[in-house]
Nanobody, 121 residues
Framework: QVRLVESGGGLVQPGGSLRLSCAASGNFFEINAMAWYRQAPGKERELVAS???????TYVDSVKGRFTISRDNAKNTIDLQMNSLKPEDTAVYYC???????????????WGQGTHVTVSS
């Protein structure tokens, strides 16, 4: 199993910055992709940014140029640096990890508990 713990959410004014962090722990063979998702009230959960173990990143169009995802494979952590925040970025942000529990085994999905980000003046 993989446990994901997020931190760094909070209230910020429009144009401000926040940094989210996620740490993975537990018994697993390897973590493959990690990502940040978000879910705003009344909306479906959407992928914000992802990063592979080799460092390949993807971003949803609405955050390109403003958010940066990074990863430390040795520590099994990912961060999301969020700049120029907008009210529409308000959501619960969830950390995701796809992990193999055994070598050569299937990849399972694991989720954090979520951290709230509110962008408001």
């Amino acid at each position: 199993q993989v446990r994901l713990v997020e931190s760094g959410g909070g209230l910020v004014q429009p144009g401000g910055s926040l940094r989210l962090s996620c740490a993975a722990s537990g018994n697993f063979f390897e973590i493959n992709a990690m990502a940040w998702y978000r879910q705003a009230p009344g909306k479906e959960r959407e992928l914000v940014a992802s990063i592979t173990s080799r460092g390949t990143t993807t971003y949803v169009d609405s955050v390109k140029g403003r958010f940066t995802i990074s990863r430390d494979n040795a520590k099994n952590t990912i961060d999301l640096q969020m700049n120029s925040l907008k009210p529409e970025d308000t959501a619960v942000y969830y950390c995701y990890a796809g992990a193999q529990l055994t070598g050569g085994g299937a990849v399972y999905s694991f989720w954090g508990q979520g951290t709230h980000v509110t962008v408001s003046s």
